[in-house]
């Protein structure tokens, strides 16, 4: 059903005014169900304000329903396969955290990595500083900057890669290789989330 939102805005309307109201939309048939929520996504997705969580949803069901990377692209007028990846991140956060996504307290798409950082600890005092108006990116700064206690960390492995081999791992990983020479962009985080989606997958491929 194309013109979908604007058929159920309709009827809601019509609902508050007691009055017929006539909404133009066209009824189509697919032979391709993967075609068929492609277009029902780009038509849809586009069209509303979506907060990041809710985004984030659009394109896990893009993805659960067949759509490729570049189709899901093209459908929610991302830049990149890395913004991609920026989203699906939200579904590796804690309940908590989620729940500040999905209230809207984090409208920066960039702070999602950041926000995963934050100790268990400190989420109450997050949420607080939140509700109280301070801004996101200035109290989850503030929280990962405060000093503490250097726990002992597991035993980590460096490898010396050139540039073109970082773009090579970059590109089979679905990430975006200009993203080396993206200041904003960490790509050592970039990648272990990367990694750590496609381990979730296959987990969940193998139940």
């Known amino acids: 059903l194309k013109g979908e939102s604007r058929w159920r805005a309709g009827s809601e309307l019509e609902k508050e005014i007691g009055e017929e109201i006539e ?5 189509k048939s697919y032979d391709d169900k993967v075609i068929e929520h492609l277009d029902h996504a780009t ?10 969580f809710e985004r984030a949803l659009s394109i896990k069901t893009d993805k659960d329903n067949g759509l490729t990377t570049d189709q899901i ?46 100790a268990e600890d400190d989420m109450k005092e997050l949420r607080q500083r939140l509700e109280g108006g301070e801004t996101a990116k200035k109290v989850i700064n503030e929280l990962l900057n405060r000093s503490k206690p250097k726990q002992e960390k597991e035993p980590q492995y460096r490898l ?48």
């Open 23 to 27: 909404t133009e939309c066209e009824i």
């Open 160 to 207: 010396a890669l050139s540039r073109s081999q970082y773009s090579a791992i970059l590109s089979l990983l679905d990430l975006n290789p200009e993203d080396i020479d993206n200041p904003e962009e960490d790509i050592a985080e970039l990648l272990r989330n990367r990694l750590e989606e496609l381990s979730d997958t296959e987990g969940t491929d193998g139940q």
């Open 73 to 118: 692209i093209a459908a929610h007028g991302l830049s990149n396969k890395t913004v991609v990846s920026k989203y699906m991140s939200v579904f590796r956060l804690a309940k908590p955290k989620q729940k500040l996504v999905q209230e809207s307290f984090i409208g920066d798409l960039n702070l999602i990595g950041k926000l995963d950082k934050v």
């Open 43 to 52: 038509e849809n997705s586009l069209r509303r304000d979506l907060n990041i």
